[in-house]
């Protein structure tokens, strides 16, 4: 089992471009959590997905960031035209269950997003 | 609402030591507490999941305890180790919900 895959590990993007987040949830979790880690803060919760559905989107700006959880794929998190303030740790986490209040989630290793 | 507090923020301890780090949480209604272990510009790696209905979980050269009731975890570190210099971060999952509140965790630096 590879775990909570996300990729890229590091990404640098430009103010005004648009950056793209991947995460792949452990095989047989349903659930995805985004958590977002601003330089010397603590994680903060984002958004929590399932396949096709977002259930609780009230920790993301309510600009410029998407998140989606389609079909078939990894999850993506999207924030368009980015500005110096987006640049953070961007950890994505899955479960099997609702919550997944037995087993705690399962990080992955992030997303290193650097706005220049 | 739930508030996560870590004390100290930082530590450094010369190699060898037992140590002990400290987390409190303001509400007592939890799923459960997870202690993370991050590395610099690295991800999270779970050490231990304590469910609410116990008080504590050992893992090798790691214990953390539970306390609900007056909203306190600790993780000791036995014998500890260059190798675990990094942060390690509180979180708690409060019942009825799926997040994760973070503290902002203790830095520790074991020195050789």
């Known amino acids: 089992n590879a775990g909570v895959m996300q990729n890229p590990r590091h990404l640098v993007r430009r103010r005004g471009q648009e950056a793209r987040l991947r995460c792949s949830p452990m095989?047989?979790?349903?659930?995805v959590y985004w958590y977002r880690q601003l330089p010397e803060e603590g994680l903060k919760f984002m958004v929590y997905?399932?396949?096709?559905?977002?259930?609780?989107e009230s920790g993301m700006p309510k600009e410029r960031f998407s998140a989606e959880f389609p079909k078939e794929g990894p999850s993506i998190l999207r924030i368009q035209q980015v500005v110096r303030g987006d640049s953070a740790a961007y950890f994505c986490?899955?479960?099997?269950?609702?919550?997944?209040?037995?087993?705690?989630?399962?990080f992955g290793s992030g997303t290193r997003l650097t706005v220049v | 609402k739930q508030e996560v507090t870590q004390i100290p923020a930082a530590l450094s301890v010369p190699e060898g030591e037992n140590l002990v780090l400290n987390c409190s949480f303001t509400?007592?209604?939890?799923?459960?507490l997870q202690w993370f272990r991050q590395d610099p510009g690295k991800g999270l790696t779970s050490l231990l999941l304590i469910q609410s209905s116990q008080r504590e979980q050992t893992s090798g050269r790691l214990n953390a305890s539970l306390d609900k009731s007056s909203g306190r975890s600790t993780l000791y570190i036995a014998a500890s180790q260059p190798g675990d210099s990094a942060t390690y971060l509180c979180a708690v999952q409060g019942s009825g919900t799926y997040k994760y509140i973070f503290g902002t965790g203790t830095r520790l630096k074991v020195l050789a």
């Open positions: 997905l399932q396949k096709e559905n977002i259930i609780d």
């Open positions: 095989k047989g979790h349903s659930h």
């Open positions: 509400d007592s209604a939890i799923y459960n």
């Open positions: 986490a899955s479960s099997p269950t609702t919550g997944g209040e037995s087993d705690g989630y399962t």
